[in-house]
């Protein structure tokens, strides 16, 4: 599941919590149809990116270097003594991610996120 963003197109479709369709899968992500969607509680959905490295910019902006390198730091200590397990190295890998984009959005939010402004 994705967070929905104007632009990104329904991998499936979106269907309320009574199971109705909601909108069909195929269908461009417009301010319009996110507003109905927020209307309906669903604030997620399984979605395409159809400006991925637009998104993916302006993510990167929005993260300092300093940030990742507290992240990676921070997971180093925890996963230092799984370095050669190819599992590990995917948990790692996926929470790296995820800690990464949680500081994204408080910054987008206007939120210090570890000390930086």
């Known amino acids: 599941m994705n967070r929905i963003e104007e ?6 479709d979106v269907r309320n919590k009574h199971g109705n369709v909601v909108l ?3 269908v461009v992500l ?3 149809y996110i507003m109905g969607l927020k209307a309906w509680g669903i604030s997620e ?8 490295p637009k998104r993916v ?3 990167k902006e ?3 270097t300093d940030v990742i390198r507290l992240v990676e730091a921070e ?3 925890i996963f230092s003594d799984y370095a050669e397990n190819s599992v590990m190295h995917e948990i790692y890998r996926v929470i ?3 800690k990464v984009r949680e500081a994204m959005i408080k910054k987008i939010r206007g939120n210090k996120v570890n000390g930086q402004d």
Do not use: H, Q
């Not at 632009?7 to 499936?12: K, R, T």
């Not at 959905?45 to 991925?52: C, G, P, R, V, W």
């Open 7 to 12: 632009g990104m197109i329904l991998a499936e």
């Open 24 to 26: 069909k899968k195929g």
């Open 30 to 32: 417009t301010k319009k």
């Open 45 to 52: 959905a399984e979605t395409k990116d159809l400006d991925k």
């Open 57 to 59: 910019k302006r993510e």
């Open 62 to 64: 929005a993260v300092s």
């Open 75 to 77: 997971l180093n200590d």
């Open 96 to 98: 790296k991610r995820i």
